[in-house]
């Protein structure tokens, strides 16, 4: 008699990238995180309330009156030419120059990422990334079978030399690396930013091994004191694929990003892209250009910049006063995350059930390493939650940390535990 | 009738309920009947009140929905709800109480053990934990005392990982049960109104029947009938039965069963509020039995109105 119950009667069909993708535990965890009781410093959302309504409702009104048939048709594979003419303009305020015909406009940064994926990735191919990295690159990447190595960053983010032994290493084994990600503009997560020297050295090396570097930039513009480092694009356009989006300056929900890359490059994404989804949305296409061209946009800019300054500045107030000693996080000049090492031997996704019963969300380290490290490190964000809520969810984290340091020396005593003790 | 559908909460297990929750609810639409649907919350009482609700189909998983508080209130405020009542549900929400009545049952459990974060903080268990690893045999299975869908569970093979074990548990519960390891055939067995279902046999296809394997469809091969011995079969479901009626349960149950190597179950727990998603066992050992998921719980809704209308 046949018993067996197929739950999923497609399960054998189904491609080999897919076969890795299982319902996660953090994720059902995160189901609670949306709670209104939760101070959730978890996800990564702009302050979107902090938007002018009345004049986005002004500009898709706009929009509709001036080019509704237009703004309500498919439209071409590369974007509409006037947003890439204003999308210019926003790289010129970081000081970058392009030319509109060198940008494929794109839903949102994240399908740039799955762009690059789908062009570059054999299984097995090599991304070489830092440590941590967004996840949501990770997962691009991992998607067509890509293999993450990662490299080391600190305060003054990814660390050139480490690129060398790396190299190295992979020369020996026959290998090349297809890509170099890296987010060098307050980075997610670790909300550091690359220095000028490092940008330099990366670049010099870049050119000795003959890498192909993506530059994920959507935080640059949000750089607290308003300074902007060069791009990496700027310094060596041949070998660097930019990546822009309007979600952190503008608004998520209109799908908004941007890949400029080399000519071959991009027409090969242009391809790619009209496979995807033959186009992008002309309706948000055609606001996001109204926005940019009848709004002061850039001040609106600097409403988010001073918004998320004052909330970082909240959240390193508070974590200095209540976090134990030997807690230690980065302190971010620009973006929307804090980056926290907990104490020795402490597991951030072990201790998430017990946050979330203090009614604090956070995102476990280990979500942005491909390998499995980032253990003791967790990522804070400020972008959402106001100062005071801020206050009060890392008061809340802190309760959590120094009751489970408490517990562990209910077991080990006051010494820091060895390796061995923490499996 | 109104029937509320109440699942969600903030329980840990939200995700899971509000898949039950909601799938029920669709189910019970289909069938014609007014139903709406609830997330538990502190309106609760007023949602009840101003939707003039006559029964509350229970999909909640977790503290607040299974460790009997809600059938209290419920039963305060006199309306029918799915699912056992307040003391069966207190009863099988803490596993130690849950294996203690089974022993007094004479239903085969596995050995267990009971370590309280209150043991580890105040009274320097913490530090004894080598003494303790000496009085147990491993491999052994921490988990929460109280909580489902397998988080906080470990497998623990050495006396070395006993510690990080029992602290992974503690961040569910604060307190953390030590089972014996029973190799064998993980088996469920459901009782739906008094009635045994075929038995559910699980196989993780990697690694242990966890979170990801329970909830990812594809994760686990399940058979229903269970591929077992017609006398094995039977001995499990006498052992649920005895467990029902031991626990004083009604309407609906699950018991998690391990079969050995020489085809003696060994019961695990008992769930009062078992999943009801679309990768839970119950609704799959309803299908087996020949019952659909609609069917099911149409069925749930008749027997708990009937039990009111009696009272």
Same mark, same amino acid.
């Given at each position: 008699m046949m018993t067996e119950v197929q739950l999923d009667p497609y399960q054998s069909r189904y491609a080999r990238r897919a076969h890795g993708m299982t319902t996660s535990e953090i994720r059902a965890l995160f189901a609670v995180a949306t709670r209104p009781e939760i101070v959730s410093l978890a996800g990564g959302m702009p302050y979107t309330a902090a938007l002018d309504a009345d004049a986005v409702t002004a500009v898709t009104e706009m929009v509709i009156r001036e080019s509704g048939a237009t703004a309500l048709q498919y439209g071409g594979g590369q974007g509409i030419d006037e947003l890439r003419e204003r999308l210019v303009d926003v790289m010129a305020a970081e000081h970058v120059r392009v030319h509109p015909d060198d940008i494929l406009i794109t839903n949102g940064g994240q399908q740039g990422l799955d762009l690059l994926g789908k062009l570059f990735c054999n299984p097995g191919d090599i991304v070489l990334a830092e440590g941590p990295s967004y996840v949501g690159a990770l997962n691009a990447f991992s998607s067509y079978q890509g293999y993450i190595i990662h490299l080391a960053m600190d305060d003054e983010g990814l660390? /050139?030399?480490?690129?060398d032994d790396t190299i190295a290493a992979l020369r020996e084994a026959g290998r090349t690396a297809k890509l170099l990600y890296t987010v060098p503009n307050h980075q997610n997560p670790a909300g550091v930013s690359m220095s000028a020297t490092r940008r330099e050295a990366l670049i010099d090396r870049a050119q000795r091994y003959d890498l192909l570097i993506v530059e994920d930039n /959507?935080?640059?513009?949000?750089?607290f004191k308003g300074e902007q480092l060069t791009c990496l694009h700027e310094m060596d356009p041949d070998r660097v694929i930019y990546l822009g989006t309007l979600s952190k300056i503008f608004s998520p929900g209109v799908r908004i990003g941007w890949v400029v890359a080399p000519p071959p490059i991009r027409r090969k994404l242009t391809l790619l892209k009209e496979t995807a989804d033959l186009s992008q949305s002309n309706l948000t296409q055609y606001v996001a250009e109204r926005w940019l061209a009848t709004q002061p946009w850039l001040e609106q800019v600097e409403r988010y910049r001073e918004l998320y300054r004052e909330r970082c500045d909240a959240m390193l107030d508070q974590l200095s006063l209540e976090l134990p000693d030997d807690c230690s996080w980065s302190v971010p000049t620009g973006g929307f995350f804090v980056w926290l090492q907990l104490p020795d031997g402490m597991d951030s996704k072990e201790l998430l059930p017990s946050a979330l019963r203090a009614r604090v969300a956070y995102v476990p380290g280990r979500a942005f390493y491909a390998d499995g490290s980032g253990a003791q490190e967790m990522r804070l964000s400020f972008c959402f939650p106001t100062s005071d809520s801020i206050r009060e969810g890392v008061r809340r984290l802190a309760g959590v940390i120094r009751d489970q340091v408490a517990l562990r020396e209910a077991f080990y005593g006051r010494q820091t535990p060895t390796k061995d003790d923490v499996r | 009738m109104t029937i509320a559908v109440l699942s969600g909460g903030s329980s840990l297990e939200r995700e899971v309920s509000l898949r039950s929750g909601k799938r029920v609810t669709e189910a019970l639409r289909g069938r014609g009947h007014e139903v709406v649907a609830l997330d538990l919350d502190e309106h609760l009482v007023d949602h009840l009140t101003d939707h003039s609700v006559d029964l509350v189909f229970l999909a909640l998983h977790g503290k607040a929905g299974e460790d009997g508080s809600i059938q209290s209130l419920l039963d305060l405020l006199g309306i029918a709800y799915t699912g056992s009542g307040a003391t069966a549900s207190a009863l099988a929400w803490d596993k130690s109480v849950t294996k203690g009545v089974l022993r007094r049952a004479d239903v085969q459990t596995p050995d267990w053990r009971v370590l309280s974060e209150d043991a580890v903080r105040e009274y320097g268990a913490g530090r004894a934990i080598a003494r303790i690893a000496e009085r147990v045999t491993f491999p052994l299975v921490v988990k929460p005392v109280q909580g489902g869908s397998s988080l906080g569970v470990r497998l623990v093979e050495t006396a070395g990982d006993l510690a990080p074990a029992v602290m992974s548990a503690f961040q569910y519960h604060p307190a953390a049960l030590l089972e014996q390891v029973v190799v064998g055939t993980e088996i469920a067995v459901s009782i739906v109104d008094g009635a045994t279902l075929p038995a559910v046999e699980i196989r993780a296809k990697a690694g242990p029947y966890d979170f990801g394997a329970r909830y990812t469809h594809g994760a686990t091969e399940f058979h229903s009938p269970a591929r077992l011995d017609p006398a094995v079969a039977e001995a499990c479901a006498e052992a649920a039965g005895q467990a029902w009626d031991a626990l004083g349960c009604r309407h609906v149950m699950r018991a998690d069963l391990i079969v050995d190597d020489d085809g003696t179950p060994w019961m695990l727990e008992v769930d009062t509020c078992p999943g009801l998603t679309e990768t839970s066992l119950l609704p799959i050992a309803a299908q087996a039995g020949g019952l659909n998921f609609e069917a099911f719980c149409e069925r749930l809704i008749d027997v708990a109105r009937n039990q009111s209308l009696a009272a």
């Open positions: 660390i /050139p030399e480490s690129l /959507p935080y640059g513009l949000l750089d | -």
